[in-house]
């Protein structure tokens, strides 16, 4: 199992049932492609460095999750698809 995380950007007009219910969805992803997630690190609404669909700022999160090498792959289509994710990244850290 690798250690990975997961940088997060979701909409700013979500309300914020929508953002747990958004934040709930990505997590399920991890764990239904065999991600354990360590923790979840909430740095709020922030401004962005550049507009994204016409949108200046963003809720910034960071999951930390260990997993297998072939998650993440799976995880970033299921995120490619979702609505309230403005930009996503996975990781690898080292050990």
Do not use: C
């Not at 764990?31 to 460095?49: M, N, P, Q, S, V």
Request: proline share 2%.
């Amino acid at each position: 199992m690798n250690n990975y995380e997961l940088a997060l950007v979701l909409s700013a007009k979500l309300e914020d049932e929508e953002r747990g219910a958004a934040l709930e969805r990505v997590k399920e992803y991890v764990t239904r492609f065999g991600g354990e997630i360590a923790d979840i690190d909430d740095w709020g609404k922030k401004k962005l460095a550049y507009e994204i669909r016409k949108m200046d700022e963003g809720f910034y999160y960071f999951i930390h999750f260990q997993a297998e090498a072939t998650a993440p792959a799976q995880i970033e289509a299921q995120l490619r698809i979702m609505e309230p994710v403005l930009r996503y990244l996975i990781v690898r850290q080292d050990a």
